[in-house]
């Protein structure tokens, strides 16, 4: 084939191959002449006074001789767009852009049948190879298909090449579909047949005409694009009862009004006497009809290299992100399903009330002056009835934390409280949590963070648990306690619907992989024979939960045990903590890789393991995907369908909130940020996906990037701490 290449030096365009003695000026603006539907550029020749508009691309070729009016018209110009070819009087040729649609297509042509009327549809290329079902069904109902380029391009923002292979590729690949070969093309964005936009669109005629194809206009426009639901636009005039070609679009958008809408205007027509006919009807005289042909190596190499390319990688990604809808809501049906029933085994059980261990409370604290006497004076007001030791370790704190321990210790030793303080130089966390555990005389040690409230009951809660001697540790409920914005109520609402609502899940399958430091309680020897805090990972807590997993030891969750911590309430420190908790997790689920899918493990090894590292990893893949298909789906006209999705996702949590909500008696306000959810989460959920991994490519030290403290926690956003742990119940 030969090509149309813009020239850029001169203000000329030429062409290579059969076509190298065109050449014309496309700035300036051509002359219009002519009357009809067709499009075609014309050479003017002069011989005298006398004007004929030739073929562009023949030395020899005239098509005919001009008026007077016409050669006045094209005085001092080389070329001119003609406009030929009429329909004949009282005809009408409906065509239809843009398609096929599996939905509206169907539609129309059922419509198109029922009225025994022909049409021609000029389908683009890709959506052709999409349905080409659609397309043979056109063919064998007697419709003319015509091209309508590869992928809808513009020319007019586009090189001549790239658009003469949009004519040529679209048409290999309806020759393959249909074995017929058409003649009619129709130029994207050709907005009618007025002076202003046949100039813009002087190349793709241009184009269209040298590969021997007859540009298609129209004359009436239903503006059918434009419509909104239940408001068609008005019938065309047809009382001139001359022939016209109508403009319509089978795809594109949504086309529920495009239907009825046909339907009627066939109706009107045919009332009014006129009949119907497909854009052949222009075409000049000793036109022959498309013809039957044997689709040709390349038309095969085109259909499948568009399969390829264009339809599969599509179709791959719908089927992904179905897969990510249905898997979706699977897990949480299966997730809410296991809660609730550990939530009810849970509440059935019974404790002996003469079991009271004496515990060890172990708090590291690293410049905590804000919130540290806070934290202490609500351990006074604990009800567990046994002994218990408070050791704080100070790790280097360079604020007033170890002066305001020393004073808050001798307190304590003067009206008969045990408060230890130990002192290290800042070594971390972890270290200064193995300090402390060294030094504890209990075999019970229960953690907190520094900047956390523990409630009346809480530590009785977790303590109780440690009658059973396979128990190795006891998982608390940490909630927010300084509700104070948006954000921090957001954080509030993530707590109760997604952590303590998976853990409880997590539990009936012997699965809990976190045990939070902020609220927990642990056997001694467990955490030793374990080897204790590691710095290996961020998130020393799950390391350590799954080194006692390995051990043998038993794992299970407490809901009464409520611990309020401090949320973050700037985005900055918000990103800091959960960059640190997804960067933590990757790290201890990648040092405790050989625990994945080991019967041995149980349901942690087999269930909880890969779908947490999945539910991290899989979102790479699928975020880009659903969004991608979202904002297609949107731009495509499918709005009810984008918003059919979002109502799926916010109706499932709603009803994972307030499953939350009745299973750890939290006030019913959480309902009213399910709205506001996702659009913190998402955005924050990619960035912390993609900086994770990035950063773990890169293999950059991570920090601890401790969050700075505010001490504003209270408990007044609760509407029940939910009943005590009950002293009187007898196992």
Known sequence: MAYIVPKTVTPLWHTVGFAKNVAYNVQSSWPIIGNGELLRVVQIKWEGDRAFAADPFSKTGLFRELNADERETVRGREYAIEKYGQMPAMTLALTFDDGPDPTWTRQVLDVLASEHVQATFFDIGINMAKDPGLVQREINEGHLVGNHTLTHIDFDKNSSIRGQQEWILSDHISRAITSVETKFARIPYGDGIDAENLADNRRGILAAQQLGYYATSYDLDTDDWKWKAGHPGPLPDLSDRNGHVVLMHDAGGNRSMTVPYLRNLIDTAKAQGYHFS???????????????????????????????????????????????????????????????????LARRRRWSPDYQPTVSVVIAAYNEDKVIARTLEALTHSTYRGNYEVIVVNDGSSDRTLG???????????????????????????????????????????????????????????????????????????????VSN?????????????????????????????????????????????????????????????????????????????????????????????????????????????????????????????????????????????????????????????????????????????????????????????????????????????????????????????????????????SSLGPPCPLEERA
């Not at 020393?406 to 002192?423: M, Q």
């Not at 900047?451 to 540790?473: K, Q, S, W, Y």
């Not at 409880?504 to 939070?516: N, R």
């Not at 995907?625 to 499918?638: D, P, R, S």
């Open 278 to 344: 497909t854009v052949a009807a222009l075409a000049p005289h000793g036109f022959e009809a498309p013809q039957r042909i044997t689709p040709s190596l390349a038309d095969h190499v085109a259909y499948w290299a568009a399969q390829l390319v264009l339809v599969l990688p599509a179709a791959l990604l719908r089927i992904l992100f179905d897969l990510n809808v249905v898997t979706i809501g699977v897990i949480t049906a299966f997730t809410l399903v296991l809660a609730f029933a550990s939530t009810r």
């Open 404 to 482: 305001l321990l020393l004073e808050i210790a001798a307190r304590w030793n003067r009206d008969g409280r045990e408060l230890r303080v130990l002192s290290q130089p800042n070594r971390g966390k972890w270290a200064a949590l193995n300090n402390g555990i060294e030094y504890a005389s209990s075999d019970v040690i229960v953690t907190l963070d520094a900047d956390t409230i523990f409630l009346p009951d809480t530590m009785g809660c977790l303590v109780r648990h440690f009658e059973n001697p396979d128990m190795g540790a006891v998982a608390g409920v940490i909630k927010v306690g300084n």
């Open 486 to 718: 948006l954000l921090t109520a957001w954080q509030s609402l993530d707590y109760i619907s997604g952590v303590c609502t998976d853990r409880m899940a997590q539990q009936l399958v012997g699965g809990i992989m976190i045990v939070p430091g902020a609220c927990a309680a642990w056997r001694k020897e467990a955490i030793l024979a374990a080897g204790g805090y590691s710095d290996a990972t961020l998130a020393e807590d799950q390391d350590l939960t799954l080194a006692i997993h390995k051990l043998g030891f038993k794992i299970v969750q407490e809901n009464k045990a409520v611990a309020l911590t401090e949320a973050p309430s700037r985005a900055r420190d918000l990103i800091k903590q959960r960059f640190r908790w997804t960067f933590g997790s990757l790290q201890a689920m990648f040092k405790n890789r050989n625990m994945f899918l080991r019967p041995r493990y149980g349901g942690l090894g087999l269930f909880v393991m890969p779908y947490t590292a999945t539910a991290i990893l899989i979102p790479l893949i699928f975020m880009p995907v659903t969004y991608f298909i979202l904002g297609e789906t949107a731009l495509g006209g499918h709005y009810r369908l984008v918003l059919g999705y979002a109502a799926l996702f916010l109706g499932v949590h709603f009803i994972t909130t307030t499953a939350a909500v009745l299973m750890l008696r939290e006030r019913w306000w959480h309902l009213l940020v399910v709205p506001f959810y996702r659009l913190i989460n998402e955005p924050l959920r990619a960035y912390l996906l993609y900086a994770t991994v990035l950063t773990a490519m890169r293999g950059r030290a991570v920090g601890w990037n401790k969050i700075r403290r505010s001490g504003d926690v209270t408990a007044n956003h609760l």
